[in-house]
């Protein structure tokens, strides 16, 4: 209720205060140590591909949408291009493991007014496949986006230096991020008459991946919860001891200040 008044308290990694790209990593990181990123939720999962004539023709990329507690929705573009992304002012953590001058980077964009039409403004594109969750209990959590995105960036999929297309690279990308999706979850898929299966790598082998990712972050995640709320008793305790010598002092000054008047 409280976050619902106040929009500010909206965790900036979903919903900023600026338009800002950033590479699945760093992301991914900053999502790891949220605390309520297990109870964000994904609503659904679209597949685009540009249909424009320009340099961004036949590039494929994911719009996500993410439903908080609040129940406010953050929308991200992911997708993986030959363009470096532009990092711009976020209370993020560097994972230290993206290199930003590689030729091909995974990377996720979020627009500060949370609306697709922002994400793909200037684009004409073709909405091909959409996955879609219905009751939020039975949803992958962002967390579980983050690590099957993070899965897929170090796998050793298609990418321009390999001698892919770009358009062959952000295909592959977007594809096995739905493929994979449904393979673990129960969504409801809808294709268009555009979209054709053409899965580039095995499922199988993505999923086992990501699997071993996941089981791997959960109990970094756990040791990390378990810091901070060890972190957070510490401090109530020292707090604790700080308010009762204060409160102690300030008897015996009371005291010190009677016998005093008493004395007079």
Not at 65 to 87: Q, T, W
Not at 228 to 240: E, G, N, P, T, Y
């Amino acid at each position: 209720e409280e976050i619902r008044k106040q929009p500010n308290l909206l965790p900036s990694v979903l919903f900023p205060v600026r338009d800002y790209t950033a590479p699945i990593h760093a992301w991914a990181s900053a999502i790891h140590i949220l605390g309520e990123s297990k109870n964000c939720r994904l609503r659904k999962i679209c597949h685009y591909k540009a249909t424009g004539t320009d340099a961004s023709a036949h590039h494929e990329f994911l719009l996500v949408h993410i439903g908080h507690p609040s129940g406010r929705v953050a929308i991200g573009r992911i997708e993986r291009s030959s363009s470096v992304p532009i990092l711009l002012p976020l209370s993020i953590p560097h994972s230290g493991t993206s290199d930003l001058t590689t030729r091909d980077q995974d990377k996720i964009s979020l627009a500060y007014d949370g609306t697709s039409e922002r994400l793909t403004q200037h684009l004409d594109c073709a909405q091909l496949y959409t996955l879609t969750y219905s009751k939020p209990s039975e949803a992958p959590s962002v967390a579980h986006l983050a690590a099957l995105l993070v899965t897929l960036s170090t796998h050793d999929g298609p990418t321009t230096s390999s001698g892919s297309t770009a358009e062959h690279a952000s295909a592959w990308f977007a594809y096995c991020v739905v493929e994979v999706l449904r393979e673990i979850s129960s969504g409801e898929g809808k294709e268009s008459k555009k979209w054709t299966r053409t899965l580039l790598d095995r499922v199988d082998v993505l999923v086992r991946k990501y699997t071993s990712a996941w089981q791997d972050l959960s109990r970094r995640m756990v040791n990390t919860s378990q810091h901070l709320q060890h972190d957070s008793k510490r401090r109530d305790v020292v707090a604790h001891c700080q308010q009762t010598n204060a409160d102690r002092k300030a008897d015996m000054d009371a005291f010190t200040d009677m016998l005093r008047t008493m004395g007079s």
